[in-house]
């Protein structure tokens, strides 16, 4: 944060960028100094040893240790020097995230589609506030794909078969790019698409013209019982399942005697994957719905628990 | 050139060659070690993951074979041995015995696998071609079954190559023995107790899982 | 010139197919590589052309990324890997250490042919239809998603490796075994330790890339595999697995050239190489850091933050022995004899075309900014900094520097000049841009882009075609020289190393009698004249 002290600098478009843009502007120093250094060395021994050119060339270096260890010695400084700078920046940029939920977005050859809370859902295009920080829950439906917006420094790959999450925060309104980084068939380079930051007067107003598609909880909601999570989970059922009022952010105690929070991580890995953690006293019955759910279908399922927080038991 | 045809001219005398050869031996089964490495590596991740699926996996196989084809390899490898250490231009014979046992029982090894194999198509374990496992194990299972058939079969092939070896040298051994075969058969019999440890790693990494008492 | 020599044995076709020399041998995969690489610079010419406006206009998409993906492998496994090794390694590393042959001749020889049914196979599948996963191959993509051959490029790659690991076997038994009397370890030339760092990497990381390959044909060919997330397997681990060799593998595509780089400086400053036995044992420093620094490749992945920190730290300290390399270098200049012919030139140009690609590295290696400039233009300027600046910079001139000893004769010193200049410029135009792209964020494998990208593009391309023609200068010259060129003496450079002191070419057992070594490499007297090792 230092970097405010800077005569001329330019801030950048969110606090991280600028911090990235002050650790390329170092490393460009950095280089320049020993290229500088290098290329200087090089021409003066070219010039002055070369083979036409009467020089003293007697008394030369014999004893080569005391330069090797300065050498060695100065690169790993600088090196060490580098490299916890950069490490400093990368943990602010990929610091776990507070846990309130913005975006969804699914990546798919070849497009982005992002889902705002209230339903509005874009393609290819993502609108914020300016000036908050939105978190995005990311999933790819198919192949790795890569969540890339030059203008914020920032980017992260979409793997299929888990969640990722990244923080963005835009500090200027404009439109940025959105490229896929990762290589992911024919339409890689179309995969593009637009950042929309906006005041957030703007936003909120944007948000209301959108279509009026019902919140993603509502649909979960639905979902819920149509998959027949309800016939266990639900009251009255005769399977002795959990409940899942108010689960969503507590802590879960497991069968192995572990406890884990329950984020969206857990909450899908219960539905893809039910045999991994065993909720303390319950038996495994829970059937997988790896393949039978859709990454679409599993937001709004996450979203519907989510929801479900508030109330108790 | 009289010494030409005992040993090629980049050496100085048959035992520099015999001791180069013997390196090269060492150097290819480090490579080798990395391949099965690679694929170990593979194995205990997912273990990691999926430890109850590999332990309901390893609960699918055949320890009776698995524990057989051990103690056959094993005395191959001892009858490999033997016959490296009888070898002499007169003794040959003695070690041509030998080393037919070795591959016989190298290729009762493989027809031991063969039967294995088919059991498992039987209970349709095989990821990719006929493979049903009900229940929520199922992803660990696969991922098992499929290192499973994945190193089996590697190690098969590697089987196959020392048995034709084997063969080969027991086919000298009987005709034309001399004594630059010796490095030959030591060689040979460096990969053979290579592959036969490879297999001992493979038993345990895919018998033993979810067999203990617990 | 009255004896023979190894061209002149014999002139049949099976006397060069079915030979052990390993001088010969060099020849053949000479003469592959060549081939190689101009498949390989014609798709980057069509690369370049497509990318010189923004709109696909010259490819169709999927075109274009079989384009890239072929430029990739064919550069990567059937040119750079090989391309120091196995044929200015294959030739002088006998000579070099004063013996007849390698230890195992005709694993020698079987290697070319392995090497050639990989690239036959590549080839096949390259014009059968194409491959389309980049040459990384990353799963899923590769395995459940793309409609190309992938598991025959892969087995091509596949065999290739084979070949490679023989070539590595092959030099560390010779080094270890075969050296003449007197050839102590440090009185080793420079080239023969990164030769065996080389190799050992060879040998130990080759088979990993053999098995991940193989898993990727067995996903690809069942439907369903170890990397499958649909049943719970892990894309990363293929990543882990398939960087776990890569990596590894970039620095067997450089400290060859550093070891020929070595030979250079030295030679054409009439100097001992300064720090000999520092520069030494950095070529083993790197071979053996560089197994541990894999995960660099995978910043934005989603690998653990440790991990990534882990990985960002050790990438910093296996620059440290590049740095006393690239130091050394310079300080063996200090108060040399300095000629400019056109090895020298290459070698001067390799030092800092090699920085500068080494340094952009430490950009990379830089958490913060990798996560910017990972998958941008940025790696693919880093990475042709290296491979083409750095390598394929010390392959020309360790080429030119032994061609005298290879074909025993000499070729034009001027036209090899021109040509070496014309690289160098060529090159930055191609390169340097295209840093500038990947700051500005424009993303690596794109066939399409935002206009604003345009400017750095057309001079890119401008670039390239530069850098084409002066590729083709030496085609010409060289070639000329290989049959009119007049006769090379046994040492025309005055260098002290054994291979100068037979004759040029060389007799088909490389020595008429047993050398001996008496002294270091790289010694000169007061009056800059070599002092050959054997004397
Ligand atoms: C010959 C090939 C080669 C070599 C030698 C290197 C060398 C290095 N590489 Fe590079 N690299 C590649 C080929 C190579 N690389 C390729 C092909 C890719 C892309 C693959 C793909 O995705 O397709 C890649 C990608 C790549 C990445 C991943 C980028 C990404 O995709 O996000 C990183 C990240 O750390 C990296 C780092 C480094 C480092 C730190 C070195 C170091 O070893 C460099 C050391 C050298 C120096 C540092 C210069 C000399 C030093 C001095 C003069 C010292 C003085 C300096 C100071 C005191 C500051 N490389
Ligand atoms: C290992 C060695 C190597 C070498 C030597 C080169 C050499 C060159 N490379 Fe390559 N390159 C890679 C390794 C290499 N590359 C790799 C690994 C990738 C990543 C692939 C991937 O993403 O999967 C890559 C990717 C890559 C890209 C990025 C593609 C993309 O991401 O979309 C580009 C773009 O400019 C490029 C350009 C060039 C150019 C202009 C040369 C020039 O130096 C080539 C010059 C040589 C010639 C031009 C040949 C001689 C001249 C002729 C044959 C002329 C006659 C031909 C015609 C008229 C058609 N390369
Ligand atoms: Cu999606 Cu590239
Ligand atoms: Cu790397």
Redesign the pocket.
């Known amino acids: 944060m230092w970097r405010q002290w800077i005569p001329f600098w330019q801030p950048g478009l969110s606090p991280q960028s600028g911090d990235v843009d002050l650790l390329f502007a170092g490393l460009l120093i950095a280089s320049a100094v020993v290229l500088g250094l290098l290329f200087f060395l090089l021409t003066l021994f070219c010039v002055r040893y070369r083979s036409g050119n009467q020089t003293d060339r007697e008394h030369r270096v014999a004893k080569s240790w005391h330069w090797e260890v300065g050498w060695t010695a100065a690169s790993l400084v600088g090196f060490l020097g580098l490299f916890v700078w950069g490490a400093s920046v990368y943990f602010e940029m990929y610091k776990t995230p507070a846990d309130e939920l913005d975006v969804f977005v699914v990546a798919k050859q070849w497009m982005w589609k992002t889902q705002h809370p209230g339903g509005q859902a874009e393609i290819n295009a993502l609108h914020v506030p300016v000036k908050r920080p939105v978190r995005l829950v990311m999933a790819s439906q198919d192949v790795i794909h890569s969540f890339f917006i030059p203008a914020l420094r920032l980017k992260h790959d979409v793997v299929p078969g888990r969640y990722q999450d990244l923080e963005i925060e835009v500090d200027r309104p404009g439109q940025y790019h959105l490229f896929c980084a990762e ?1 992911c068939g024919t339409d890689h380079s179309g995969m593009i698409g637009e950042i929309v930051a906006m005041e957030p007067a703007d936003f909120s107003n944007w948000l209301a013209q959108q279509a009026p598609s019902s919140p993603l909880a509502a649909e979960g909601g639905a979902l819920f019982r149509e998959l027949g999570c309800s016939g266990c989970h639900g009251n009255g059922s005769k399977v002795r399942a959990p409940p899942l009022e108010g689960v969503y952010g507590r802590p879960v105690p497991l069968s192995d005697g572990s406890t884990v929070i329950a984020d969206d991580k857990y909450i899908r890995d219960s539905i893809l994957l039910p045999r991994s953690q065993i909720v303390a006293s319950y038996e495994p019955l829970m059937p997988s719905f790896e393949g039978k759910v859709s990454e679409d279908q599993l937001l709004r399922l996450v979203m519907y628990i989510k929801s479900l927080a508030g109330r108790s038991s | 050139m009289p010494e030409r045809a005992a040993f090629a001219p980049q050496y100085a005398s048959v035992p520099h060659r015999d001791n180069t050869a013997e390196l090269g031996m060492w150097v290819f089964i480090a490579t080798e070690v990395l391949l099965f490495g690679g694929l170990i590596l593979a194995y205990f991740v997912y273990r990691h993951a999926f430890l109850q699926g590999f332990a309901e996996g390893s609960r699918h196989t055949d320890i009776v074979i698995g524990t057989t084809n051990t103690a056959v390899l094993l005395t191959s490898s001892f009858l490999v041995a033997w016959a490296v250490e009888v070898f002499s231009p007169d003794t040959a014979r003695l070690s041509a015995w030998l080393l037919t046992g070795a591959a016989c029982l190298g290729l009762f090894f493989i027809v031991l696998k063969g039967i294995e194999y088919s059991k498992e198509y039987d209970e349709h374990l095989v990821p990719g071609v006929d493979f049903q496992f009900a229940g929520p194990l199922a992803n660990g299972v696969q991922l098992f079954f499929i290192f499973y058939f994945v190193a089996t079969a590697i190690h098969a092939l590697h089987m196959l190559i020392g048995i034709c070896l084997l063969t080969t040298l027991a086919a000298i051994c009987r005709k034309a023995p001399t004594a630059r075969h010796h490095t030959a058969l030591h060689s040979a019999a460096l990969y053979w107790h290579f592959v036969d440890v490879v297999w001992i790693f493979l038993f345990a990494l895919i018998y033993l899982p979810g067999r203990s008492s617990s | 010139m009255s004896e023979t020599n190894y061209l002149t044995t014999d002139y049949t076709l099976r006397s060069w197919f079915l030979t052990t020399d390993h001088k010969r041998i060099a020849i053949l995969y000479f003469a592959s590589l060549i081939f190689f ?2 498949i ?3 798709a ?5 052309i497509e ?1 010189a406006t923004p709109q696909g206009d010259l490819v169709s998409s999927d075109t ?1 990324n079989r384009l ?2 072929m ?3 064919i ?2 496994w059937f ?2 890997i090989p391309s120091i090794p196995n044929t200015l390694g294959n030739f002088v590393v006998p000579l070099m250490i004063g013996a007849r042959d390698l230890a195992f001749p005709r694993l020698n020889l079987m290697s070319w042919y392995i090497f050639m049914l990989g690239g036959c196979t590549t080839l096949f599948a390259i014009f059968a239809g194409g491959i389309d996963t ?3 191959f990353y799963t899923p993509f590769s395995t459940l998603y793309s409609n190309s051959y992938v598991i025959l490029a892969a087995a091509g790659v596949f065999i290739a490796g084979f070949s490679s690991i023989l070539t590595g076997l092959n030099f560390i038994v010779s080094i270890h075994r075969l050296r003449a009397p007197g050839l102590t370890w440090y009185r080793l030339p420079l080239f023969l330790w990164s030769l065996y760092a080389t190799s050992v990497i060879l040998v130990l990381a080759t088979p990993v890339l053999a098995i991940t390959l193989l898993l990727i044909a067995t996903e690809r060919f069942f439907g369903v595999g170890i990397f499958d997330p649909r049943i719970g397997g892990d894309p990363l681990l293929f990543q882990h697995l398939f960087w776990f060799y890569s990596h590894p593998a970039v620095y067997i ?1 450089i400290l060859p050239g550093m070891g020929v780089i070595n030979e250079l400086i030295s030679c054409f400053s009439r100097k001992e190489v300064f720090g000999y036995k520092f520069v030494a044992w950095a070529s083993l420093a790197i071979a053996a850091v560089g197994f541990l620094v894999w995960g660099h490749h995978m910043f934005v992945s989603g690998q653990s933050l440790v991990a990534s920190l882990v990985f960002s730290f050790m990438s910093f300290i296996v620059a440290v022995p590049s740095a006393i390399k690239v130091f050394n270098w310079t300080a063996t200049l200090h108060k040399g004899l300095l000629r400019f012919d056109a090895p020298m030139l290459y070698a001067l140009g390799f030092i800092g075309l090699f920085t500068i690609g080494g340094l952009t590295g430490l950009f990379l290696a830089c958490l913060a900014y990798d996560v910017h400039a990972t998958d941008t ?1 940025f790696v ?1 300027a880093h ?2 900094y290296i ?2 600046g750095g ?2 910079t010390a392959y020309f001139g360790g080429l030119h520097y032994w061609w005298p000893k290879i074909t025993g004769r000499l070729y034009s010193e001027h036209w090899a000049r021109a040509a070496a200049v014309l690289i160098f410029f060529g ?1 930055n135009l ?2 340097f841009p ?1 840093f500038i792209l990947g700051a500005e964020g424009m993303p ?4 399409i882009y935002p206009p604003e990208f345009q400017v750095w593009n057309v001079l ?2 401008g ?2 075609a530069i ?3 002066a ?2 200068m030496p085609l010409f010259y060289l070639g000329y020289s290989a049959f009119f060129g007049p006769r090379a003496p046994a040492n025309p450079w005055d260098a002290p190393g054994l291979e100068w002191q037979t004759s040029s070419p060389p007799p088909e057992h490389n020595f008429a009698t047993q050398p001996v070594v008496t002294r270091k490499p790289y010694q000169y007297n007061r009056n800059f004249q070599a002092e050959p090792q054997n004397a």
């Open positions: 290589y | 690489f101009f390989g610079g014609a980057a010419t069509v690369i370049r990318l274009y890239f993906t430029h990739g492998i550069m990567v040119f750079l980049g040459w990384t595509m233009y693919v990475f042709h491979m083409v390598m394929v090159f191609t390169f295209q690596r494998r794109y066939h890119s391309s670039g390239a850098l084409a023609l590729y083709l």
